[in-house]
């Protein structure tokens, strides 16, 4: 891999994220998605209890293996649920699927082999790009930090091409990209090759601007964009006064934030969406924007917003009226 491909489709939906997605559908977003010429796919044991990764690997066996950069996430491992009910499905995390199985935090350097090992299993496929420790937030710092360590040896016996870690806490990810750059193994001090941030480097909010862009830029770190919409703020035309934010209501500051972006959005013609892509896929730092797609007509979707044209003039304007730092936009 010498480069991630600038647009990736997540794997989430494949694991019925907030309902069940049939088959065929999942079929369509993947057909979809290749035909638009997207070739990196995220997935991770967490999304569905392995379902997602048991449907992309799937679906991408059926194409050729050096076309496509695939990623999943370690951290977690999975295991035969022992209290499962006929019928409970794992809705508290947001997945419609059987709670047959269960999630186990291993962070140990066996547990990090084991999950990858697992993945590729259910995956089928005999090797992952990319392996993310996944939510690194969740755990004591110190357990993070030998992960990734852990991950950064498997990288250097050629088990994966690039590691690295997957949050929406930023001080963590900062943390982890400065720790793991200190002179460790045969590596000689290259530490993580990617950070996913999610729905922290958004049109609408850029915590990571101050202090992790600067980190990975100093560290030759590539930030992989994720949760560009602020789960779902930012997803239409018109921002409706029961938007989503966090996953739960928007606060009223967020809403009136997004309508102001949306109106300077609009004296250049662009829709509130389509400036959040291109902004997610422009910032700088980015190495690649990833998209949760729940439909081939979402896939489509987002390559006509992809594909539109935006003037420099909107961002110059945006950082005018105050709404985006200047020098995010990469020229």
Known sequence: MSELPPVGLGGAAFGNLYGPVPDAVAEEILDAAWAAGIRYFDTAPHYGLGLSEERLGALLARRPRAEYVLSTKV??????????????????????????????????????????????????????????????????????HAAIRTLIEMREEGLVTAIGAGAKDVPVLVDLVRAAAVPNGRGGGHGMDLVMVAGRYTLLEQPAWPGLVPACAEHGVGIVNVGVFNSGLLAR?????????????????????????????????????????HFGRRARGVVNATFGLSSAAEVRELVARLDAQVDDALWVALVAEGLLPDGVIAA
């Open 75 to 144: 951290g977690r491992l999975l295991e035969p649920n022992p209290d499962h009910v006929p019928g409970a499905l794992d809705t508290e995390k947001g997945f419609w699927v059987p709670t047959n199985r269960r999630r186990v935090v291993d962070l140990s350097p066996a547990g990090i082999r084991d999950s990858l090992t697992a993945s590729l299993e259910r995956l089928g496929l005999d090797r992952v790009d990319v392996a993310y420790l996944h939510d690194p937030e969740e755990y004591p710092r110190a357990e993070a």
């Open 237 to 277: 035309k018109q921002v409706p006064p029961d938007a989503t934010y966090e996953y739960g209501p928007a606060p009223a500051a967020m809403i009136e934030r997004a309508n102001r972006i949306a109106g300077v959005c609009a004296r250049f013609g662009v829709d509130l969406p389509t400036a959040a892509v």
